[in-house]
């Protein structure tokens, strides 16, 4: 799921549409390559996270509540992100969806 996830996300970066209304959005010119790592590699820091921090709650709170929690938090982050209007915005939707995956993995 997240290898899919992470493949859209990679063509809709590249988009020419994308970058002209997300990430240069108010920018200099060479400043949007930032935005874009920023946003791509955002879900990893939250998939990091995510596992170390539900690894300790799934041990006290049992598995199939913290599973259920990630992939909520997933889904929520991710239809958050697809309404985000700023890069900063979506690398924070970004990062949380980040968080459910790594709840999940």
């Given amino acids: ?5 992470i493949s859209c996300m990679n063509y809709i970066l ?6 002209e ?16 790592a920023a946003i791509a590699s955002s ?3 939250g998939m990091l996270i995510g596992g170390i921090v539900t690894g ?3 041990d006290r709170l049992g598995r199939r ?16 992100a697809s309404m985000a209007q700023t ?3 979506m690398c924070g939707c970004r ?4 968080l459910g995956i790594g709840a999940v993995l």
Wanted: aromatic content about 12%; overall charge negative.
């Fill in 21 to 36: 209304e997300i990430l240069q959005k108010g920018t200099l010119e060479e400043d949007y390559g930032r935005r874009g």
């Fill in 65 to 80: 509540p913290t599973l259920l929690a990630g992939l909520f938090l997933n889904a929520t982050s991710g239809i958050a």
């Fill in 56 to 58: 300790a709650y799934g």
């Fill in 1 to 5: 799921g997240d290898a899919t996830e």
């Fill in 95 to 98: 990062f949380f969806a980040g």
């Fill in 14 to 19: 590249s988009h020419p549409l994308f970058k």
């Fill in 43 to 45: 879900i990893f820091a």
């Fill in 87 to 89: 890069a900063v915005i």
